[in-house]
């Protein structure tokens, strides 16, 4: 048995408590809102985020940070992006030296252009950092359905350790040396799923959903690979995968922001209306802070960005990609 410190009480932190302490691991989560706390404690659901997840007797809640951090074999940050860098700053002082930390947020730093392992590593530098990541909506995983994801760290021994650690007959774990790669795919594919929202918001079809799924992992993959990611990683489970459910799923706050866009909202009242935090908003600026840094062309992005920030009309975004210029599919080709 293993006891973990899971920093975050969201969706996805009350999902993979419930997941940690039925594999008979005792989970100690911890939020920095005492309202949160007292209400888990008494209810052991999360009725507003995860309602229906009732979470057992084996996880206790606290809003003091050391009480979650010590003696923890391992700790999880289950934070919104945004609130990695405080957080981990709040958390550096009950890290131990070689102590596991895994992020299992998406993400990337907008002034920075850092992803948040990266953050980590800069806040606390005496951790293992470690990400966790793939197409894992909570609401499933705290159903207990299959649900298949990655585990990304810089050593062998400690990626299997994760892989240990979480997986079972229903939450299958790989993994992976290539934590970048893992990062930027899950981030990036935020920015794209609400493009695919946009496109659901204005009606189009499953034409227009297939094209920006296949051609936004291209364009996620070119960033990807410039920065130093593995190409297989972007058409892997934290890729392509998570691209694929994040752009279909109803689950999936990214999608819903995008489709109530296409319907005419702002995105301030998009995000209000989701009542979550959509991390596709705080990653589109970051994307683009990327692409000029690395000298990579993002169309997709770029519009949802133009839509977002720019106050383009939805559907003149969606036209503008459609009327650029003539391409070929796959580069470094030559006919025969």
């Not at 794209?192 to 993959?221: C, Q």
């Amino acid at each position: 048995m293993a006891r973990i410190g899971m920093i975050g009480a969201g969706s996805w932190g009350c999902a993979l408590s419930w997941l940690l302490c039925n594999n008979g691991h005792e989970v100690v989560m911890w939020s920095a809102l005492p309202d949160e706390i007292g209400m888990l404690q008494k209810e052991r659901e999360h009725k507003s985020k995860l309602p229906g997840v009732i979470l057992p007797a084996g996880v206790s809640f606290t809003t003091d940070l050391e009480q979650a951090a010590q003696k923890a074999d391992l700790l999880v940050l289950a934070v919104p992006s945004a609130f990695t860098r405080q957080t981990a700053c709040r958390l550096k002082p009950f890290v131990r030296p070689g102590q596991i930390l895994i992020n299992v947020a998406k993400g990337i730093e907008e002034g920075t252009l850092m992803t948040l392992s990266q953050i980590l590593e800069q806040e606390i530098p005496q951790a293992d950092v470690a990400v966790l990541s793939g197409p894992s909506h909570a609401e499933e995983v705290g159903k207990g359905l299959p649900t298949t994801i990655v585990a990304g760290a810089k050593s062998r021994a400690t990626a299997e350790n994760i892989q240990n650690i979480f997986m079972n007959r229903v939450f299958r774990v790989y993994t992976s040396p290539d934590v970048l790669g893992i990062e930027l795919g899950a981030a990036l594919k935020n920015v794209v799923a609400l493009a695919a929202g946009i496109a659901d918001g204005l009606g189009y079809g499953d034409n227009t959903k297939a094209a920006l799924i296949t051609r936004g992992i291209t364009e996620i993959a070119r960033l990807g690979t410039a920065m130093g990611g593995r190409l297989e990683t972007f058409f892997g489970l934290s890729g392509m995968g998570d691209l694929i459910v994040t752009c279909a799923s109803m689950h999936s706050r990214n999608r819903r922001a995008g489709i109530l866009i296409g319907q005419g909202y702002s995105m301030q009242e998009a995000m209000d209306q989701v009542q979550m935090v959509v991390e596709g908003v705080y990653s589109a600026k970051a994307a683009m802070g990327l692409a000029k840094k690395y000298q990579v062309s993002l169309p997709i992005i770029e519009q949802v960005n133009e839509v977002l920030f720019g106050d383009k009309p939805a559907a003149a975004a969606v036209q503008d990609l459609m009327l650029r210029d003539r391409k070929i599919e796959i580069t470094d080709t030559e006919w025969k």
